[in-house]
Nanobody, 123 residues
Framework: QVQLVESGGGSVQAGGSLRLSCAAS????????MGWFRQAPGKEREFVAT????????NYADSVKGRFTISRDKAENTVYLQMNSLKPEDTADYYC????????????????WGQGTQVTVSS
């Protein structure tokens, strides 16, 4: 079993930065791929970024490529999402998720989810 707790959300003006954290607990966490997803009001949950178990391979949605960076600290059992040059369209609830098989972009491929943290970007 894996438990995920996100933090670091908040309100920021366009062009600003935030760093989201996802603290994980669970025996096999270090072997899992991790992902960040987001869901804006009235929209479906969408892929943002993913990182494989070793932290070497990452993948990003086109909408955030070059602005967001996903990383993981295995010693701290934590995954981060550094978000720079934020835009109003980045406003959403952001969710951390764990994939026990391999990294991917599909919501359905992830087995464990956090409760989410809200990000609001004003123009």
């Amino acid at each position: 079993q894996v438990q995920l707790v996100e933090s670091g959300g908040g309100s920021v003006q366009a062009g600003g930065s935030l760093r989201l954290s996802c603290a994980a607990s669970g025996r096999n966490f270090r072997n899992y791929a991790m992902g960040w997803f987001r869901q804006a009001p009235g929209k479906e949950r969408e892929f943002v970024a993913t990182i494989n178990w070793s932290g070497i391979i990452t993948n990003y949605a086109d909408s955030v490529k070059g602005r967001f960076t996903i990383s993981r600290d295995k010693a701290e059992n934590t995954v981060y999402l550094q978000m720079n040059s934020l835009k109003p369209e980045d406003t959403a609830d952001y969710y951390c998720a764990a994939n026990t098989r391999r990294s991917g972009t599909s919501v359905g491929g992830y087995d464990y989810w956090g409760q989410g943290t809200q990000v609001t970007v004003s123009s």
